[in-house]
């Protein structure tokens, strides 16, 4: 489906918003590409086609992103289970 939005436009306004509004964003998209694929494992063959078309500033800001939420990951306590008597 083909948008009028003016893609340069749009980033340009959302890199100069706010933490909370880029972060919705992201997790919009994300939920709507699963509404739009259906959740039926076509998000994965979506997520590759994008990927595919990524340049370096894509490919860079998606290995940081991921970086930095690898480190809260790691960060995050563990929960022991109760051993059992």
């Known amino acids: 489906m083909k948008t009028n939005i003016n893609v340069k436009e749009f980033a340009y306004a959302l890199a100069n918003s706010g933490d909370d509004d880029q972060a919705e964003l992201i997790n919009v998209f994300a939920y709507e590409l699963k509404v739009v694929c259906r959740d039926s494992g076509l998000t994965g063959f ?5 990927s595919r078309l990524l ?6 800001f998606i290995n940081s992103l991921h970086e930095f939420i690898k480190l809260r990951e ?4 563990k929960i022991e289970k109760p051993k059992q008597r």
């Not at 340049?55 to 860079?60: F, Q, T, Y």
């Open 55 to 60: 340049d370096s500033n894509g490919i860079d």
């Open 74 to 77: 790691d960060n995050k306590p």
């Open 46 to 50: 979506q997520i590759c086609a994008i």
